[in-house]
């Protein structure tokens, strides 16, 4: 940059010659002495200042543009940080709506959506209550230093011997209005009381985590005595339809002895009567035979269901104990037991298609 410089005058020197030349014609023309040099002097010194306020400039520009890429860099980092800062935040905020749609999965599963809507509206009004109560706060507080400086003032008025007419009037008045004003500040403030609690009353039967646990088990115990008392009651009414059925027999199997008892010698008197013993005993030994059926069928049906219901016993306590100490092997099961039902499955759906 300096060479470049250094060359500016060697370059005004085609322009700088004629106008000396035109400057020592004008000065011949007005009849002057012939000075030579002097008009050449200035014009070369006005070219040296030229020269050099160029170069003023020049470096002017160069701490301008060296600013300036300074400003860019400035600009450059703050840009970046800018897009730190609103990447972390892209971030946080990704991660707030994954736990708030997690939150409200969970809701959702727990059925408890209507209940947690009305814990929200109301934590919004007791939020706003506390506002207002804050705005009231501030209110009061204004208007306690007003009263101060109205009393500062009235002390003035008193010590420098004002009307006392006029002075018992005064605070006659401004005691009467600030009693209004204490009476209905007391019943605003007692209306606003009554609804914070019964607010804090509603939020009191919601109930916490630990209670909700404290109910959970405390409906297991119920559901299982009632489920053992259940057990108790079915077997004391079977107990009582099997004697009540024994009882119905034995007076039966009486009445038929008695007859029998009644009616046996004159049967066995003739021969039709005997005929005729022989099938009232072939029909009660026939309804015998069919009761006793009925009675086997019942009982196999009681088998069949016994059966079931204590291989689902065995089933869920082989499940649970595989749960609890070797879980892959409960995993295998299932995976074999889901493969039989898919290879059960498969050929129905080949033979539909």
Request: glycine content about 4%.
């Amino acid at each position: 940059m300096a060479e470049s410089f250094s060359e500016f005058p060697s370059q005004l020197g085609p322009i700088l010659d004629p106008l000396a030349s035109a400057g020592s014609d004008r000065t011949r023309t007005a009849d002057s002495p012939p000075v030579d040099g002097e008009l050449s002097r200035p014009i070369r010194l006005e070219a040296a200042s030229g020269a050099d306020k160029y170069v003023i400039s020049a470096e002017e520009q160069e701490q301008a543009l060296r600013q300036l890429e300074e400003e860019l860099d400035d600009a450059t980092t703050s840009v970046e940080r800018l897009n730190a800062a609103l990447k972390e935040k892209d971030e946080r905020k990704a991660h707030v709506l994954n736990e708030l749609n997690r939150l409200r999965e969970k809701i959702r599963d727990a059925g408890a959506d209507s209940v947690v809507e009305k814990l929200m509206l109301l934590l919004r009004s007791v939020k706003a209550l506390e506002r207002q109560e804050f705005a009231l706060k501030s209110n009061f507080d204004a208007k306690h230093a007003e009263l101060e400086a109205e009393i500062c003032e009235l002390e003035a008025k008193a010590s420098n011997d004002y009307d006392d007419k006029s002075l018992h009037d005064g605070l006659d008045h401004s005691i009467g209005t600030a009693s209004e004003n204490l009476h209905l500040a007391k019943k605003e403030l007692a209306a606003r009381l009554r609804a914070v609690l019964s607010l804090k009353r509603q939020l009191d039967d919601v109930p916490t985590p630990s209670e909700l646990t404290q109910y959970k088990c405390r409906l297991a115990e119920l559901n299982t005595n009632i489920g053992e008392k259940d057990r108790q009651t079915r077997k004391f009414y079977s107990t009582y339809n099997a004697l009540l059925e024994i009882k119905e027999l034995m007076l039966k199997e009486i009445s038929l002895l008695n007859s029998i008892n009644s009616q046996f010698q004159d049967a066995i008197a003739s021969t039709a009567g005997q005929m005729k013993l022989i099938d009232s005993m072939e029909g009660i030994l026939k309804g015998i035979k069919q009761k006793l059926e009925k009675m086997q069928v019942g009982l196999q049906a009681d088998q069949k269901i016994c059966d079931t219901l204590r291989e689902r016993s065995n089933v869920q306590g082989m499940r649970d104990f595989g749960v609890k100490f070797c879980p892959k092997a409960t995993m295998r099961l299932e995976s074999k037991s889901s493969i039989r039902v898919v290879r059960e499955i498969a050929p129905w759906k080949r033979s539909r298609w």
